[in-house]
């Protein structure tokens, strides 16, 4: 059993804290409420550092360490996350660099060609694209639909909630998509491909959203939209299945953002509660508080570790497929998607009255975390219920399975 | 060219804890001190505009070099030499500049040697010229500015009021403030190419050294104590007439020597 990093992944961790103390932290700020974008330079800094690149293969344009590809993303989000609390700039890498994980394996020669170098760059971005305005949790019934015609699907219909969606339009790339392909079936009528914002017949709007203002949220509309076929993953009415195996990837660095920020607001809380003095003593010195911080900094512990085993399984998993079956990984991911959005939030939110009235007010950078990591909390990668769903399903059995009901939504 | 830059593993000094007036040195992590890895940083540019230098990475320390020294290997040094041997424990100044000297000895030829001016820990800066000493080489220490032409060296010496500008011929050895670069951060891709670069282990007995000559027995100075500084706060506070108040401050700052230098 090993618990420790390598010499080079503690290497790549210092290296990515830096950069994020040295680029990032001073201008988490401006990108949440001034710019509302991230900046072209410190994705091309970050493409330099090989941020983009922790996933990719060498052969389309990467540096991974075969093997060690998740664990290295997890390290890349959580130091991002610390120093970029209002969570924008993790969002847009984890997308980055998740989903590339699942187009190596079961994208085309031709598609891994075209797509992985750019994002690798930091040229492109990739991004996922799977909730409906019917509903982002009950995937099976997505209504967006692509006709067959030769080498391609005419596609027709419209996705919600999306990140990225002026990103990838504005800088180019695209996202996975889930859309139904055999409508008259549910989730068995399904496939995966990649869509580019750019194919013509797309449109999007975008969302005024509570935080990680950097990062646009939004829907697209595809009207008679071709979708060459190469841009598939997997097979065709199966699409399901794949989708599902790239949430874990997904889900394990939406945990690793939110632990990384979460790390930083308890550093912010516990260094402000040693230096205010209230009653004659250090405002930490009140049990209430210490207690509170102390716990706090268990459940990060705890999260952490389970992180660690997560990204460490999905690694053995890609190695070789005999090595854990799904359910474990789902089951282990799904434990840090529905916990560690929660206590981010709650660290965040203990941090701001700790802080008393200036907690309330944007001199910290507790409230925008807070918007942060809300998202991940009523949805983004699959919501807090949909997560105990997963572990219910898999540590019960199908009796704690609700998903099975006949009603048609409306 | 073949350059050596020295480099010294200390405790970071941004996670030691302080009791009693004491560091806490135990668990403390052990990085490269700012001026050490600005001094890599300077060789690291001299080789990208000088085709043909060969960067050699030279460390003393513990066991903890072995991962340590990935960092120097991956912002651009091309070979490393660790001296890890447990007779060099406890060495003073004068026992690491031995122990340096003898290993840059046996590298074989070089044309600079590059040290940081002093390591943030102790600050003693003397390895840097004891090593010029026993190498015999000139030596230019403080340097803000490095320029090299051919055989010849051009450096900015920060002398605090004044800068001075010198110049030698190689080979030499130069210690560089940390203000003369800013040294990068590694990319991925160096950091899992420097576990594929060469990394030497010397021990005293390789060096011809004998335990009196390095280490704590050969060392002339004894540590006595090891204490934070304590910064007393003059607490001064002026009241009264906004106007006066600020020139009382103005006057009691100038006589302090924060202003008006
Ligand atoms: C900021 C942001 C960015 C996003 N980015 C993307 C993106 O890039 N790509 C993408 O595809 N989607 C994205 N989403 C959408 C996200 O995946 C969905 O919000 C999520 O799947 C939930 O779907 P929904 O919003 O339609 O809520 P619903 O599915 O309507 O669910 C509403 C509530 O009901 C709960 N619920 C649902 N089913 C059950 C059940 N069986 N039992 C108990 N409770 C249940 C849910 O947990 C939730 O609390 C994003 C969302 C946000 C907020």
Redesign the pocket.
């Given at each position: 059993m090993e618990f420790r990093l390598t010499a080079e992944q503690e290497l790549w961790k210092n290296t990515v804290r830096e950069f994020a103390e040295r680029e990032l932290e001073p201008i988490a700020r401006k990108i949440d409420e001034e710019w509302e974008r991230i900046p072209d330079e410190i994705i091309r800094k970050m493409a330099d550092l090989g941020i983009f690149g922790v996933t990719i293969p060498e052969e389309y344009g990467g540096m991974a360490m075969p093997g060690e590809e998740m664990q290295y993303a997890v390290i890349t989000i959580h130091e991002l996350a610390r120093g970029e609390l209002s969570m924008s700039l993790p969002?847009y890498t984890l997308?980055c660099i998740g989903w590339p994980l699942l187009l190596v394996p079961y994208g085309t020669k031709e598609a891994k060609e075209e797509i992985l170098p750019k994002v690798a760059s930091g040229e492109w971005f990739l991004?996922?694209?799977?909730?409906?305005?019917?509903?982002?949790?009950?995937?099976a019934n997505i209504v967006t639909v692509g006709r067959s015609d030769g080498d391609k699907w005419i596609v027709n219909g419209e996705?919600?909630?999306?990140?990225?969606v002026r990103e990838a339009t504005e800088r180019g790339g695209g996202?996975l998509t889930?859309f139904k392909t055999d409508p008259t079936k549910g989730y068995k009528g399904t496939t995966f491909a990649y869509f580019p914002a750019d194919a013509p017949g797309t449109t999007y709007t975008t969302y005024r959203?509570m935080?990680?203002m950097g990062l646009s949220?939004g829907g697209f509309v595809y009207k008679n939209v071709e979708i060459p076929k190469k841009y598939i993953l997997g097979e065709e009415n199966k699409g399901f299945y794949v989708n599902m195996e790239g949430f874990n990837v997904a889900r394990a660095l939406v945990s690793a953002a939110c632990l990384g920020g979460a790390e930083k607001c308890l550093e912010i809380s516990r260094e402000y509660t040693k230096q205010r003095v209230l009653f004659g003593r250090p405002l930490v010195n009140f049990e209430a508080i210490s207690f509170e911080i102390a716990d706090d900094y268990a459940q990060l512990e705890l999260l952490k570790l389970m992180l660690q085993k997560g990204a460490w399984m999905i690694d053995q998993f890609y190695q070789d497929r005999s090595s854990f079956t799904k359910e474990e990984i789902n089951r282990t991911i799904s434990i840090c998607k529905a916990h560690a959005p929660m206590l981010a939030v709650e660290i965040a939110k203990h941090g701001m009255m700790y802080h008393g009235a200036s907690g309330y007010t944007k001199d910290t950078p507790l409230e925008m975390a807070l918007r942060g990591f809300m998202?991940?909390v009523?949805?983004?990668?699959?919501?807090?219920?949909?997560q105990?769903?997963i572990i219910a399903r898999d540590y019960i059995g199908e009796e704690a399975v609700?998903?099975r009901g006949t009603q048609k939504a409306h | 060219m073949n350059i050596v830059v020295c480099l010294k593993q200390i405790p970071d000094l941004q996670q030691i804890r302080i009791k009693d007036r004491r560091p806490l040195l135990e668990g403390a992590p052990l990085i490269f001190g700012d001026m050490d890895k600005s001094a890599l940083e300077e060789a690291v540019r001299i080789k990208e505009k000088a085709k043909g230098t060969k960067v050699t990475a030279l460390a003393m320390g513990g066991a903890k070099l072995k991962d340590g020294i990935k960092e120097a290997l991956a912002i651009g040094a091309d070979e490393a030499v660790l001296l890890m041997d447990p007779p060099f424990a406890g060495s003073d100044t004068m026992g690491t500049a031995r122990a340096l000297a003898k290993a840059i000895e046996k590298l074989g030829e070089h044309d600079l040697i590059l040290c940081g001016e002093g390591s943030t820990d102790n600050y003693s800066g003397q390895v840097g010229p004891r090593l010029a000493e026993l190498l015999d080489l000139p030596q230019i220490t403080y340097v803000r500015e490095l320029e090299i032409e051919g055989n010849k060296l051009k450096a900015v010496r920060n002398m605090e009021e004044s800068f001075e500008v010198v110049e030698t011929e190689l080979p030499a050895l130069v210690t560089v403030a940390d203000e003369i670069n800013q040294p990068r951060l590694a990319s991925l891709r160096d950091i899992l190419k420097a576990a594929r670069k060469p990394v030497q282990e010397w021990t005293a007995a390789d060096l011809g050294l004998s335990e009196d000559e390095v280490g704590a027995k050969g060392s002339a100075i004894e540590t006595v104590s090891n204490l934070a500084p304590e910064q007393e706060r003059k607490q001064v506070v002026f009241k009264g007439d906004l106007d006066e108040v600020t020139e009382n401050l103005i006057n009691a700052l100038t006589k302090e020597g924060v202003l008006g230098r």
């Open positions: 969002v997308l991004g996922i694209n799977t909730t409906e305005p019917g509903g982002g949790s009950d995937l996705k919600a909630y999306i990140s990225g996202h889930l959203d935080g990680r949220t998202s991940y009523v949805g983004a990668e699959g919501g807090y219920h949909i105990k769903i609700p998903y | -």
